[in-house]
């Protein structure tokens, strides 16, 4: 079973600054199956990445993800207010199959 | 609009069941499979169960396997959760999510993963005695 570690725990950065988010994977994950998910305090996930790289509808072109085998990132170009949340990464996995999700970077506002 | 509105959750005692309903809306909702994800006071996110679009190919987290049963109506645009033998440690916000992928090579095996892209805002099941 692939793990999924995020790192850092807990992100504290500044509106304006760039942000980028680590998911390590415990073996190497297809590209094709890597996908990032968004979540504020009180609301539902909101999906970001899929296929590593490509945004999902209707997100900013501030989120970028990218990376491959088993290291994955998710930037955040320029922080605005509303990008402070809870980050997710999570693959897909056939054999078993799963749908496997990393314990979330929180981004904070320093 | 898209919408996921999810119902059924509250307050039981250990070793009893729960039914969990999702009604869809905004979409054709059997071109889709359709997942359960939960998240536990404070916790991240887990996968507990996914279903094609036709019910013929189901799956389930270990954590869950021989207690909970994931199905769907086509003809009522709902996706249900019946789970039995709760415990303690199902407690949780439970969110029906949309599955990206339609048409072919999509759950369970899917050549290409467009992530959950729809998601309800959950119903709370509080398994306590």
């Known amino acids: 079973e692939i793990v999924l570690t995020q790192s850092p725990g807990t992100l504290s950065l500044s509106p304006g600054e760039r942000a980028t988010l680590s998911c390590r994977a415990s073996?190497?994950?297809?590209?094709?199956?890597l996908a990032w998910y968004q979540q504020k305090p009180g609301q539902a996930p909101r999906l970001l990445i899929y296929?590593?790289?490509s945004r999902a509808t209707g997100i900013p072109d501030r989120f970028s993800g990218s990376g491959s085998g088993t290291d994955f990132t998710l930037t955040i170009s320029r922080l605005e207010p509303e990008d402070f949340a809870v980050y997710y990464c999570?693959?897909?996995?056939?054999?078993?199959?799963?749908?496997?999700f990393g314990q979330g970077t929180k981004l904070e506002i320093k | 609009e898209v919408q996921l509105v999810e119902s059924g959750g509250g307050l039981v005692q250990p070793g009893r069941s729960l039914r969990l309903s999702c009604a869809a809306s905004?979409?054709?909702?059997?071109?889709?499979?359709m997942h359960w994800v939960r998240q536990a006071p404070g916790k991240g996110l887990e996968w507990v169960s996914g279903?094609?679009?036709?019910?013929?190919?189901?799956g389930y987290a270990d954590s869950v396997k021989g207690r909970f049963t994931i199905s769907r109506d086509n003809a009522k645009n709902s996706l249900y959760l019946q789970m039995n033998s709760l415990r303690a440690e199902d407690t949780a916000l439970y969110y029906c999510?949309?599955?990206?992928?339609?048409?072919?090579?999509?759950?369970?095996?899917?050549?290409?993963?467009?992530?959950?892209?729809?998601w309800g805002q959950g119903t709370t099941v509080t398994v306590s005695s």
């Open positions: 905004g979409f054709t909702f059997d071109d889709y499979a």
């Open positions: 999510a949309k599955d990206g992928c339609s048409g072919g090579s999509c759950y369970p095996k899917y050549y290409y993963y467009y992530g959950m892209d729809v």
């Open positions: 296929g590593a790289s």
């Open positions: 073996q190497s994950v297809s590209s094709s199956y």
């Open positions: 279903i094609s679009w036709n019910s013929g190919s189901i």
């Open positions: 999570q693959q897909y996995g056939s054999s078993p199959l799963m749908y496997t």
